[in-house]
């Protein structure tokens, strides 16, 4: 079974979401890569925060809790507690103004070894940042037909490798072997998201040798992960 990246979707391990405790839960549970959502304030500020309201470009960061928001982390505090740590971010952009508040930040911090970009990433397609981003695709039901996935399939591989991008990003149930396979053959690594605490599911996309999966148990999926290894010696 090909190793894969262990994602702890943000609020991992029962804690509050896009929180420095979703964060640590992660890291500590062993994952590989952190999820966090960012959105830009009014005066480009990176935040986590996921949501459409309140709208974070309506205020500045300092306006934002005056205004009677719930406070927000910023994305340079996050970052700064996990530079050089083996971790690597994924930053699950909500909207085009946070690329350039969270590049900002990555610039500054000269963390780019460290972070990936989903989300809202057209906009980067043939930029110096493209290999940056796993390119979420659209929801692809499991009931269709088989030549549509498969030209489904081949077009997005086709456009991701012209936009530069890195990978696929996509809803677990959109996942066949065949989209592995043809993803293996452009190069480009293949993320699904959010896989529920079951071990029959982590069996299947992990022999299908997807390259990383998001889940809200990374402790649960690491030890099945050592279980499986230890299975095989």
């Known amino acids: 079974m090909k190793p894969y ?30 999820e966090v959502d960012v959105r830009a304030t009014k005066d480009d500020i990176a935040v986590l925060f996921h949501d459409d309201e309140p709208n974070t470009l309506l205020h500045t960061a300092e306006e934002w809790t005056a205004a009677g928001n719930e406070p927000v982390e910023q994305l340079e505090t996050v970052l700064r507690l996990f530079l050089e740590k083996p971790v690597a ?16 930040v990555v610039d500054k911090l000269n963390a780019w070894r460290q972070v990936y970009f989903t989300g809202v990433t ?27 996935y498969e030209a489904k399939v081949s077009s997005y591989c086709e456009q991701a490798v012209q936009a530069g991008f890195a990978g696929l990003n996509l809803h677990y149930e959109s996942v066949r072997p065949v ?53 095989a010696v």
Request: charged share 20%.
């Open 5 to 34: 990246q262990v994602i702890a979707h943000t609020g991992c391990e029962n804690t509050p979401y896009n929180s420095i405790e979703s964060c640590l839960a992660g890291y500590d549970a062993g994952a590989d890569v952190l």
């Open 89 to 104: 971010f994924n930053l699950d952009l909500k909207t085009a103004e946070a690329y350039d508040a969270a590049a900002a």
């Open 122 to 148: 057209d906009h980067l397609a043939k930029s110096d940042r493209a290999r940056h981003v796993i390119w979420n695709v659209p929801f692809m039901t499991p009931d269709m037909p088989g030549e549509a």
């Open 179 to 231: 989209l592995v396979e043809q993803a293996a053959k452009h190069q480009l690594a293949i993320w699904i998201y959010t896989l529920p605490a079951d071990e029959a599911l982590f069996r299947r996309y992990a022999g299908m040798g997807v390259d990383g999966i998001s889940v809200y148990e990374p402790s649960t999926c690491i030890k099945l992960q050592k279980h499986w290894s230890h299975d």
